[in-house]
């Protein structure tokens, strides 16, 4: 079978094609034919070398983790209704024509949901729904997301909409804040404009006092500064849902309201947000990580249930921005790093 390998860390270009030993499935695993890989940006990281204390692969590897296919044959102690069965499933190696997974890994993909929408869920949509549920997001709760026109934030405006929460969008660009507009976002912020964290503060809530009103007699300092600081505290997010990190996540901190919960998951930018821990403490902001969006298999299934049965009734559309075949996987992951395009890529077989 044709497989997608990494060679050694660097670039795009240590992804080559090769062939490989079809795989066989053992006791208690099926064999999935795959009709679409999923792929996140961290895959391009690792690629490059980053990240080894959380994912220690060594090249050669065959990368990525999540596929959607049909069960094309099962192993002993396998029901062997599985098979013809289309599936989403984690794997290891996802880049492949045929995987392996235990039994207990795939999700049955709902009829009229097609596999390359269903593999564009694979990842993000669990990661979504899961930190949501993490974070407690609910009804009139005011959701900040930074980096909101990707494959998982697209998600995010959407779920937490149904949730009922007032999201405001942080976007890069006119095109990108277009589309993050489109799917729902209450209020979108250009984080390309240098006064980007203002603009998000008054879209949280109201523009803090007037300059006029700051400079009132002495006898009215004491009266301004409280309404400065409950302006301050007005115009902040119940939650911030942080899918950039590095220099733009830290300075969404501050917008989270005392009390709030902030959720450092993502590391496009070259690393999480390195948020201060006492300070947070201090406020009364919970903190959330990459460690909290780990979810064990049967957290997993569950949660891929949910947004593929959301999908399939037309209530969550994942954004696919591009599609590789397999054979041009090195091309998928520079268009990833590109930061040009909208959403997810998936690669096709």
Same mark, same amino acid.
């Given at each position: 079978?044709?497989?997608?390998?990494?060679?050694?860390?660097? &670039?795009?270009?240590?992804?080559? /094609?090769?062939?490989?030993?079809?795989?066989?499935?053992?006791?208690? $695993?099926?064999?999935? $034919?795959?009709?679409?890989?999923?792929?996140?940006?961290?895959?391009?990281?690792?690629?490059?070398?980053?990240?080894?204390?959380?994912? !220690?692969?060594?090249?050669?590897?065959?990368?990525?983790?999540?596929?959607?296919?049909?069960? /094309?044959?099962?192993?002993?102690?396998?029901?062997?209704?599985?098979?013809?069965?289309?599936?989403?499933?984690?794997?290891?190696?996802?880049?492949?024509?045929?995987?392996?997974?235990?039994?207990?890994?795939?999700? !049955?993909?709902?009829?009229?949901?097609?596999?390359?929408?269903?593999?564009?869920?694979?990842?993000?949509?669990?990661?979504?729904?899961?930190?949501?549920?993490?974070?407690?997001?609910?009804?009139?709760?005011?959701?900040?997301?930074?980096?909101?026109?990707?494959?998982? &934030? /697209?998600?995010?405006?959407?779920?937490?909409?149904?949730?009922?929460?007032?999201?405001?969008?942080?976007?890069?660009?006119?095109?990108?804040?277009?589309?993050?507009?489109?799917?729902?976002?209450?209020?979108?912020?250009?984080?390309?404009?240098?006064?980007?964290?203002?603009?998000?503060?008054?879209?949280? &809530?109201?523009?803090?006092?007037?300059?006029?009103?700051?400079?009132?007699?002495?006898? /009215?300092?004491?009266?301004?500064?409280?309404?400065?600081?409950?302006?301050?505290?007005?115009?902040?997010?119940?939650?911030?849902?942080?899918?950039?990190?590095?220099?733009?996540?830290?300075?969404?901190?501050?917008?989270?309201?005392?009390?709030?919960?902030?959720?450092?998951?993502?590391?496009?930018?070259? *690393?999480?947000?390195?948020?201060?821990?006492?300070?947070?403490?201090?406020?009364? +902001?919970?903190?959330?990580?990459?460690?909290?969006?780990?979810? *064990?298999?049967?957290?997993?299934?569950?949660?891929?249930?949910? +947004?593929?049965?959301?999908?399939?009734?037309?209530?969550?559309?994942?954004?696919?921005?591009?599609?590789?075949?397999?054979?041009?996987?090195?091309?998928?992951?520079?268009?990833?790093?590109?930061?040009?395009?909208?959403?997810?890529?998936?690669? &096709?077989?």
């Amino acid at each position: 079978m044709r497989a997608a390998q990494v060679k050694a860390f660097g &670039g795009p270009e240590v992804l080559t /094609t090769v062939e490989l030993p079809d795989p066989v499935p053992g006791p208690g $695993e099926v064999l999935i $034919e795959v009709a679409h890989a999923d792929t996140i940006f961290v895959e391009t990281q690792v690629r490059t070398g980053l990240f080894r204390a959380y994912f !220690p692969v060594e090249p050669p590897y065959v990368p990525g983790g999540g596929v959607a296919g049909t069960v /094309t044959a099962v192993g002993a102690g396998v029901d062997a209704g599985w098979v013809g069965r289309r599936v989403t499933s984690f794997v290891t190696g996802s880049y492949a024509e045929r995987v392996t997974a235990p039994v207990t890994a795939p999700t !049955p993909v709902p009829d009229g949901l097609d596999l390359r929408t269903a593999a564009a869920l694979v990842h993000d949509g669990v990661t979504a729904a899961g930190l949501l549920e993490h974070t407690a997001v609910g009804p009139g709760d005011r959701v900040l997301i930074l980096g909101a026109s990707g494959g998982m &934030g /697209t998600l995010l405006i959407q779920l937490a909409r149904a949730r009922g929460a007032r999201v405001v969008a942080a976007a890069r660009g006119a095109r990108k804040s277009a589309l993050v507009r489109e799917l729902g976002a209450d209020a979108v912020v250009d984080v390309s404009e240098p006064d980007w964290v203002e603009r998000a503060r008054q879209a949280l &809530g109201r523009p803090e006092p007037t300059r006029a009103a700051e400079a009132g007699d002495e006898a /009215t300092t004491g009266t301004t500064a409280e309404a400065h600081a409950a302006a301050e505290a007005d115009a902040a997010a119940d939650v911030v849902l942080d899918g950039v990190g590095g220099e733009l996540g830290l300075a969404a901190f501050p917008l989270t309201a005392d009390g709030g919960r902030f959720s450092a998951h993502g590391a496009p930018s070259g *690393g999480f947000a390195a948020v201060d821990a006492a300070e947070a403490e201090r406020r009364g +902001v919970t903190l959330f990580g990459i460690g909290d969006v780990q979810f *064990g298999e049967a957290e997993a299934r569950r949660l891929t249930a949910h +947004v593929l049965a959301e999908a399939a009734a037309g209530r969550l559309r994942p954004v696919i921005g591009a599609r590789f075949p397999l054979t041009e996987a090195a091309a998928a992951h520079a268009a990833i790093e590109g930061r040009e395009l909208v959403g997810k890529v998936v690669l &096709g077989m």
